[in-house]
Nanobody, 127 residues
Framework: QVQLVESGGGVVQAGSSLRLSCAAS????????VGWFRQAPGKEREFVAA????????YYEETMKGRFTISRDNAKNMAYLQMDSLKPEDTAVYFC????????????????????WGQGTQVTVSS
């Protein structure tokens, strides 16, 4: 069982940066893959990025590659999403997720693939 709590969201201007954090409970967090998703008002939850259990393998949604960076620190039971050059269209609630298989497959882009979710943190980017 893993519990996830996101933090680090806020209101920023376009072009700014934010780092989101995902704090995990549970001794087995280091064996889980972690993903970040986002959901804008009136839209479906969409995949942002994922990282495998050890942190050596990452996967990004194509349009976010280069601006967003996913990372993790298993010693601290933490995962992060560094977001640079933010745009108004990045405004959304951002969620972290975890799944026990630990490795990344093409299924990571699907919401149903993930076993555990946090409550989300709001990111608002003003123009």
């Amino acid at each position: 069982q893993v519990q996830l709590v996101e933090s680090g969201g806020g209101v920023v201007q376009a072009g700014s940066s934010l780092r989101l954090s995902c704090a995990a409970s549970g001794r087995t967090f280091s064996s889980y893959a972690v993903g970040w998703f986002r959901q804008a008002p009136g839209k479906e939850r969409e995949f942002v990025a994922a990282i495998n259990w050890g942190g050596a393998v990452t996967y990004y949604e194509e349009t976010m590659k280069g601006r967003f960076t996913i990372s993790r620190d298993n010693a601290k039971n933490m995962a992060y999403l560094q977001m640079d050059s933010l745009k108004p269209e990045d405004t959304a609630v951002y969620f972290c997720a975890a799944e026990a298989r630990g490795t990344l497959t093409k299924e990571v882009v699907n919401v149903a693939h993930w076993d555990y979710w946090g409550q989300g943190t709001q990111v608002t980017v003003s123009s």
